[in-house]
């Protein structure tokens, strides 16, 4: 079977044009960008981690957002073949001097669950006054084609930790996250709600437009290229 990195497979082609891979196993995530995307880019489908062949996730080694989203971008171009999108994204709590940072998923232990994550947080703020409890969520969103071309994008999201968690809506720190403007959680919030709002919400419309840009881009690119690959494969056939 031919490769989709193979320029001579309509695969290829069509991968290029309208799949690309969001490289995440986080079932929110996903769903969450595909209700984002849709909004403007119905006619893109967002696949995720579990619908590709699986291939080894780098370590999250560096000391920011935008870096450790353009790891998991270059990994996964690399392994599938397809435009990839990444995001890293996590709380920065204005007390704890802007932690957990890039450790938000591992900030009780590297295999520690969001309750224990927000039971921590919520010990090292028990003394914290309301008015010093400000944070705010930040989204790195990197997009790498296989051409090699890069583009990262930010969104923020800025607000208050609460003093207990409420809602059974999002994901990691979202029960305990009050956002500027608001009176409930974002665990509490509606999805519509959250992505109007979120920082991976304003990530994503902003990167939205650089993704189809570049799709347009590449597409007769890559049926360029099939087309030369095709004609060779016909003329050596003829031979």
Request: hydrophobic residues 40%; aromatic residues 4%.
């Amino acid at each position: 079977m031919t490769r989709p990195t193979d320029p001579r497979s309509e695969t290829y082609v069509h991968a290029i044009g309208h799949r690309v891979v969001l490289a995440t196993n986080n079932r929110q995530k996903l769903a969450e960008l595909r209700r984002i995307v849709a909004e403007t880019a119905s006619d893109v489908r967002i696949l995720g981690l579990a619908d590709v062949p699986a291939y080894p996730e780098p370590a999250e080694t560096e000391r920011t957002f935008e870096g450790n989203a353009l790891l998991k971008a270059r990994a996964c171009v690399a392994a599938t073949g397809l435009p990839a999108l990444a995001d890293d994204s996590g709380l920065a709590v204005d007390v704890l001097n802007q932690m957990p940072g890039v450790r938000s998923a591992r900030w009780a232990g590297p295999d520690a669950s969001d309750e224990e994550n927000n039971a921590l947080l919520l010990r090292q703020l028990a003394d914290v006054p309301a008015a010093d409890r400000t944070a705010r969520f930040v989204c790195a969103m990197a997009l790498v084609l296989p051409d090699g071309a890069e583009h990262v994008r930010l969104g923020e999201m800025r607000g208050r930790i609460a003093v207990s968690p409420a809602g059974q809506n999002g994901f990691g720190y979202d029960p305990l996250f009050v956002a500027d403007g608001y009176t409930v959680t974002n665990g509490e919030l509606e999805p519509s709600a959250k992505d109007a709002i979120s920082h991976r919400g304003r990530a994503v419309r902003a990167i939205v437009p650089v993704l189809m840009s570049e799709l347009r881009r590449l597409e007769p690119v890559a049926r360029s290229a099939s087309s030369r690959w095709l004609s060779s494969d016909k003329e050596g056939m003829s031979s």
